[in-house]
């Protein structure tokens, strides 16, 4: 079983639908969580950072953390043509820099 | 400020040949990694380094060496190419203290 599961999909929305994604992780130790945007032939860039179980918002982009069900989601609002891409998220110890990348889900946003 | 910079962007490789793969910061980040992303696989951490002459395994090292000389750079060497190497290959910087990290664009790697 991989430390951090993330469904492929791809998944396929409307122009200004919610997109939601998600991972599951089986290490409770995992204290921080990143959301990497990777459009095609790029680098991962990062999206978002949390730290503690709860809700981070960041324009359209909301973070959620669920440590006691060691599940995190991103949550797309308004989504656009140009968040067209692969969403990959990552974890890592407190006090360690290796991060556990799951293996991306690829979003396509039809206008 | 240019970042993280990677080169070269493509290579094409017999097996059996070495090449090294470059990368530099300008940010003065204090840790620096190497990760390789292959289908289905997400990215699985090959090397890193928490600063100038330290060097650490990752999940996937073999085939792979490093070196830290600088903070500025962290070449990645395959001292024997083999066709399991065939991979897309970022590198990564982080500030000490922070868990967040930066990747550079990334180097296409076929070996044949």
């Known amino acids: 079983q991989k430390e951090v599961e993330q469904d492929p999909g791809p998944l396929s929305v409307p122009e200004g639908a919610i997109v939601s994604l998600n991972c599951t992780y089986s290490?409770?130790?995992?204290?921080?969580f990143m959301w990497y945007r990777q459009y095609s032939r790029k680098g991962p860039e990062l999206l978002m950072y949390?730290?503690?179980?709860g809700n981070k918002e960041d324009g359209r982009f909301t973070a959620q953390v669920d440590k006691s069900s060691k599940y995190i989601s991103l949550f797309i609002r308004d989504s656009q043509p140009s968040d067209s891409a692969t969403y990959l998220c990552?974890?890592?110890?407190?006090?360690?820099?290796?991060?556990?990348f799951g293996a991306g889900t690829t979003v396509t946003v039809r206008a | 400020n240019a970042g993280v910079t990677q080169t070269p962007k493509f290579q094409v490789l017999k097996t059996g040949q070495s090449m090294t793969l470059q990368c530099a910061q300008d940010?003065?980040?204090?840790?620096m990694s190497w990760y390789r992303q292959d289908p289905g696989m997400g990215l699985r951490l090959i090397h890193y380094s928490v600063g100038a002459g330290i060097t650490d395994q990752g999940e996937v090292p073999n085939g792979y060496n490093v070196s830290r000389s600088t903070t500025e750079d962290f070449p990645l060497r395959l001292l024997s190419a083999a066709p399991s190497q065939t991979s897309v290959y970022f590198c990564?910087?982080?500030?000490?203290?922070?868990?967040?990290?930066?990747f550079g664009p990334g180097t296409r790697l076929t070996v044949l």
């Open positions: 940010m003065n980040h204090e840790y």
């Open positions: 990552a974890m890592s110890f407190s006090n360690d820099y290796k991060l556990s």
């Open positions: 990564a910087t982080g500030l000490a203290g922070y868990n967040e990290q930066f």
């Open positions: 290490n409770s130790a995992f204290q921080y």
């Open positions: 949390t730290y503690s179980s």
